[in-house]
C-alpha cells in the first residue's frame, strides 16, 4: 500500500534522502554549530597567546 501524497512541493525534491525543508533546516543549523566551535577555539586562542587583554 503506497503512502498518500498530499502534493507538497518539498516531497518533489529529495537529496541525500531527506526532504527539501528539512535540508534547508539542516544546513543553517550545521553551519551556526560549526562556527561556535570555531569562535571557541579561537577565544581559548586569544586567551592564551594574550591573557591580560581585557575584552
Known amino acids: 500500500m503506497e503512502r498518500e501524497s498530499n502534493n507538497r512541493p518539498d516531497e518533489l525534491i529529495q537529496?541525500?534522502?531527506?526532504?527539501?525543508?528539512?535540508n534547508i533546516v539542516t544546513m543553517p543549523v550545521s553551519g551556526a554549530i560549526v562556527m561556535y566551535i570555531?569562535?571557541?577555539l579561537a577565544l581559548f586562542k586569544l586567551r592564551r597567546a594574550a591573557p591580560r587583554i581585557v575584552l
Open 15 to 22: 537529496a541525500g534522502g531527506q526532504m527539501l525543508t528539512a
Open 38 to 40: 570555531i569562535s571557541v
